[in-house]
């Protein structure tokens, strides 16, 4: 059926469901020009698109549509209806829904309650403003943290390792995602859960698995080690509970990580212990473990439901700065237009205003925004209720397709779209179907259709392909060539070599295989970069830009690329070039910035130039004054350090992004980027930069050129900016996006890669709404409410749902060759696997090949290495197969026909230090001989030391201290009195800073509490410290010269430093007294030691010494 069959009845409303590349967008235009050559002035039409792109597109193209029926059209009536249209164009709408939202708003802003002259925020700058409101929140919070509070910090404290998030930023994002939801205000279920007795039953339960991990008979047990994180965690139980500090928190949050930080205990094998099997053991693990993962649930729905209510004030907080600046974010401007729609009056005037309402991508709306648009189209003024409304006669005209639903995560849900639509279908709608596609290859299509027909529901079959050339195929395989480990089948290995791999694929796609693509205008040419788009599923994996490398193996092929909608913008080499200059910008005297400077891209001042500078001339301080005669070698640092001093004498009287510029023409760094490779990108870089400088001087977040510094240092740790586009539909080179951004669009060459990535994520639904009742129940710091644990098998095959719709996106971007990447060795499962059944051929066919079309000769084996156990025989075979499903061919690619090694061009944090030629490597070999040979003596002259050193309690007897007389007094001590290192540390800190006897107790009490002594230990060190400050041997006379821990330190006749601390020393001008306080009873030790003492007072003085060991 053509596009147009069904849109000739200008007084009938449609619903039209389009399969990938039926043209349904130009249905929509087609409709669009009919209604305005009907009578329909442009300003009462509103078509609402996904996307600015896409909006940009649709105009254009209903321009273009214009002036071709205005050029055919015969009435002069509507000649002249079409060709005013096509001066007025810009009066009709046709933008995204938020920017709808927003006209609405200034067009009644009065009865939207907005400020007339509101502004629009952007996603960026609405979390800058969120970020400002959370910290002030968590400031006072943390000053008096509550219950929930405490719980969730203990929890982000014992994050896993490879989370290298901020536990506050972990808090943070929460609170974000609260507050992106925040229209569903209903609070979350609370049920009862006595966490504290649970805990208790816990650990006792872990005690049970603990005595029998300690009845093991053998002194090394696998076993037996691999149940250690379970011993140590009880043995800090045990102690916290000893002292008095047991922390419920701390220890739920250690018992919960207890499963992951055992999850390689194995069995072993052998005898275990008398009485005590393996399998007891091990069973016992596994009824502790479950226990633990139920815990965890229950613990984990009891902390998000308190966690919710406490940062749902971070929201009403947010809510409250917007109002009182007045700006509003993309979610105000959708609940603000909901709120002025339910007004009677601003909703039956809108309802004139707007005559036909166009919805594009309608399944990528939510219920806010199917709210808005129905009751703009509603027939009745008076219907209040969008899900009773019936659109007006010819009103309404959707398009959209369930099968490319894939925004859950921004509120999108494909079974509104199939609601509604029935909905609409029994108000009297009218309904069509688009299946007849033009985009892809009849292989392409058949593909599609064999892996999609059975797995999603309602499957609407692709139709009508375009014949591909006999001379190439439509679908290959590419399997990676080093998917081992070292032994089995490893997700590392396939991510390091699946970059290589595919930027050899394409290189020689390009130069070598002769296959070609469609143009637009229909014609075959040969294949390009510019043809070819890499599809991901994410572009991060924990952290690590899956991207980079793939832009390192195509940099060093010199294959231009352009990476779209990238979050690595902070982590690109450019962009921490200048981000280290604008550093030492504001603060000159950060010499680790100012050397990066100097020697990094901006001035490239060689190595040897700056040692020797900084060995003539100091420190690297631009505001330094360098004498006039400096030798010309050091000009590049002069004028570094001139362009340095000037930049921070006006950074602060002058935009932002001028100093920025005036950074890149005094280093005439743009002529260097731009002759790095993917020079287009790096520039586009740079220009990003200093717009997002002038962006964020203008929204009022740069209080100061240091703002945007500590900005560009927070967003790096965050790197949540995507790189600039350059020209992002017509640039130039190979495409890399993920699928989410390559939605609506289509490519010559789609290669689908990020192998390993799941097919959906690991804790299964990350959230459940129930828009009646304002639910929105979501996890929070990875711990799921009740709402969502109840509802959590529905929501995780919700998710499955949705990841069969993403791989179906991925495969339907495709027009002429469709590459999937994948293992020869087995089906490994991920994003990619919906995809299998079209892919791989039956197990039994795995080594029948056929020749495969345009291609070279291939070997017998996907796989360059494996380990000798693994046969060869066990994988796909190079070549032609037919899947499993499906009527298509599919090649299977042999990657050694590909030029995999390739050196990489690395950039300057990774260049090649050691390089050279012959002659220079042996002349290097030789002095580096030399350099060893005088580094070993001077080692060997260092190893012989000039003195030693000793403490005084362990020198021991020294010949020339004899002639101190030491006197040992011993005061009785009661019978089973605590000793140890402990005892005399506290009672040794007791008699440090008591000035009388009576102080004793206290300070024992304080003292006791910092070494962590028990009461009995506190007591008997109070009246240790009690009898000697009673005794008279301490009893300093009035007047006399006193010192307490008195430090020491005295050269013996062997060169022996001895040093060491006098507990007390008076003097009466006369001579000195030296006592030292003993707990234990090592009177040779003791003496020898206070002789010491005052021999280095006899030494230092001149006076007499007596010494006094007093043996408490």
Not at 82 to 98: V, Y
Not at 503 to 528: C, D, H, M, N, Y
Not at 676 to 687: I, S, T
Request: aromatic share 8%.
């Amino acid at each position: 059926m053509s596009t147009t069959a069904f849109g000739s009845g200008l007084d009938q409303s449609w619903v039209v469901e389009a399969s990938a590349g039926t043209g349904k967008t130009t249905a929509l235009v087609d409709r669009m020009v009919e209604v305005i050559a009907g009578g329909t002035p442009v300003e009462a039409i509103v078509a609402v698109t996904f996307t600015h792109a896409a909006a940009g597109n649709m105009k254009l193209r209903v321009r273009q549509k214009l002036e071709q029926r205005r050029a055919s059209e015969l009435e002069p009536a509507v000649r002249a209806r079409l060709a005013e249209a096509a001066r007025g164009l810009d009066r009709a709408f046709i933008g995204t829904i938020h920017a709808f939202c927003a006209q609405l708003l200034r067009r009644r802003p009065v009865e939207a309650r907005v400020d007339p002259v509101f502004r629009e925020l952007d996603q960026p700058e609405a979390m800058r403003i969120f970020g400002r409101v959370f910290r002030r929140w968590m400031e006072q919070r943390l000053a008096a943290p509550s219950p929930a509070l405490e719980r969730a910090l203990a929890r982000l404290a014992w994050r896993e390792e490879r989370d290298s998030a901020d536990p506050i930023e972990g808090l943070r994002e929460a609170a974000w995602a609260l507050a992106e939801w925040r229209d569903f205000d209903a609070p979350w279920d609370r049920r009862g859960f006595d966490r504290d007795a649970q805990l208790g039953e816990l650990i006792e339960r872990a005690e049970g698995t603990l005595e029998l991990r300690n009845r093991c008979a053998r002194s090394r047990d696998s076993l037996y080690d691999g149940l250690r994180p379970l011993a140590e965690l009880l043995e800090r139980v045990r102690l916290a509970r000893e002292a008095g500090r047991f922390d419920a928190n701390l220890v739920e949050s250690e018992i919960l990580h207890l499963p992951r930080d055992m999850r390689w205990l194995k069995q072993g094998g052998g005898r275990y212990a008398d009485g005590v099997t393996r399998e007891a053991v091990m069973a016992s693990w596994e009824e502790l473990r479950a226990a633990i993962e139920e815990f965890g649930q229950c613990a984990g729905a009891d902390l998000a439901a308190r966690l919710r209510d406490e940062l749902w004030e971070v929201v009403g907080l947010y809510q409250q700065a917007k109002k009182r600046a007045g700006p509003l974010d993309f979610m105000d401007l959708l609940l603000y237009a909901r709120d002025l729609l339910r007004h009677d009056g601003a909703r039956a005037d809108l309802q004139k205003v707007y005559q036909r309402v166009f919805v594009d991508e309608f399944q990528d709306t939510d219920p806010l925004q199917a709210e808005i648009l129905l009751l703009l189209a509603a027939a009745d003024p008076a219907e209040r209720d969008w899900r009773k409304a019936t659109p007006a006669a010819g009103k309404l005209y959707v398009v959209g397709d369930p099968k490319q639903s894939i925004y859950r995560f921004r509120r999108a849900d494909a079974r509104l779209f199939r609601r509604v639509c029935q909905d609409l279908r029994e108000a009297g709608v009218g309904s069509r179907e688009l299946r007849s596609s033009t985009r892809s290859t009849k292989a392409i299509q058949a593909f599609v259709n064999a892996a999609f027909n059975h797995a999603i529901p309602d499957y609407l079959p692709l139709e009508g392909g375009v014949e591909g050339l006999d001379a190439q195929p439509g679908i290959v395989a590419l399997p990676m060539p080093e998917p081992y480990g070292s032994r089995n089948l490893s997700n590392v290995k396939i991510d390091e070599c699946s970059p290589n791999a595919v930027a050899a694929f394409i290189e020689w796609l390009w130069k070598e295989s002769g296959w070609k693509v469609r143009e637009r205008s229909g014609a075959w040419t040969p294949i390009q970069p510019e043809h070819v788009c890499i599809l991901f599923r994410r572009f991060t994996n924990f952290g690590t830009d899956l991207t980079q490398e793939y832009v390192r193996c195509l940099e060093a092929r010199g294959i231009a690329h352009l990476l779209v909608g990238s979050k690595s913008f902070h982590r690109r080499e450019e962009v921490g070039t200048l981000r280290t200059a604008l550093r030492a910008i504001e603060w000159p005297d950060d010499e680790l910035s100012v050397f990066a400077v100097l020697r990094g891209s901006l001035y490239a001042v060689l190595d040897d130039t700056l040692l020797k500078f900084r060995n003539a001339h100091g420190r690297f301080h631009p505001m330094r004054a360098l004498p006039e005669d400096l030798d010309p070698e050091f000009a590049p640092i002069r004028e570094a350090f001139g362009v340095l001093r000037e930049l921070h004498g006006k950074r602060n009287y002058r935009p932002i992004a001028d100093t920025i510029h005036e950074l890149l023409e005094a280093t005439r760094a743009h002529a260097g980027f731009a002759f790095r490779k993917g020079g287009e990108r790096v520039l586009a870089n740079v220009f990003r930069l200093t717009d997002l400088a002038r962006s964020f001087e203008v929204s009022g977040a740069a209080t100061s050129f240091r703002a945007l510094v500590e900005y560009l240092e927070s967003e790096y740790e965050g790197s949540d900016t995507g790189e600039a586009p350059v020209l992002e539909q017509e640039g130039g080179g190979v495409k890399l996006m993920t699928v989410h951004k390559a939605k609506g669009l289509e490519f010559p060459v789609v290669i689908l890669a990020d192998l390993t990535a799941n097919l959906t994520g690991r804790q299964g639904g990350d959230r459940y709404s129930e828009p009646d009742r304002r639910l929105c129940a979501q996890r929070l710091l990875g711990c799921a409410p009740w709402e969502l644990l109840d509802q959590a098998v529905a929501e995780a095959k919700a998710d499955e749902e949705e990841a069969l719709r993403v791989a179906y996106v991925a495969a339907t971007r495709a027009r002429d060759l469709l590459v999937v990447a994948a293992v020869g060795e087995a089906e490994r499962p991920g994003w990619l696997s919906p995809l299998y059944d079209a892919l791989y051929p039956p197990k039994e066919r795995w080594r029948v090949a056929g020749t495969a079309p345009g291609c070279p000769k291939f070997g017998d084996s996907t796989v360059l290495n494996r380990p000798h156990d693994q046969p060869e025989e066990g994988s796909v075979k190079p070549g032609l197969h037919y899947p499993k499903a499906g009527t298509h061919e599919v090649v299977w690619f042999d990657p050694r026909v590909l030029t995999l090694r390739v050196a990489k061009a690395e950039g300057v944090e990774n260049e090649q230090v050691l390089s050279g030629t012959t002659e220079q490597s042996v002349e290097g070999l030789r002095r580096y001989g030399e350099w060893k040979d005088r580094r070993a003596r001077r080692i060997a002259i260092g190893s012989v030391p000039r003195f030693r050193t000793a403490t005084a309690e362990t020198c021991g007897h020294a010949q020339e201290a004899e002639r101190i007389a030491v006197e040992t007094i011993t005061l009785p001590a009661a019978a089973g009195r605590p000793s140890g290192k402990k005892f005399g540390r506290v009672v040794h800190d007791i008699l440090q800073h008591a000035e009388c006897a009576n102080d004793a107790e206290d300070l024992a009490a304080i003292w006791g509490r910092k070494h962590g002594a028990g009461e009995e230990e506190c007591a008997a060190a109070a009246a240790a410290a009690r009898a000697v400050l009673d005794h008279p041997a301490v009893a300093v006379p009035a007047g006399a010269e006193r010192y307490r821990e008195l430090p020491v330190m005295v050269r013996l006749e062997d060169g022996t430093l001895v040093e060491g601390r006098i507990d007390l020393a008076w003097s009466d001008g006369q001579s000195w007294t030296v006592v030292d306080y003993k707990t234990d009873r090592r009177e040779k030790r003791n003496v020898a030691q206070v002789q010491l003492y005052g021999l280095a007072l006899q030494r230092a003085t001149g006076l007499l010494v007596r010494g006094i060991v007093l043996e408490v």
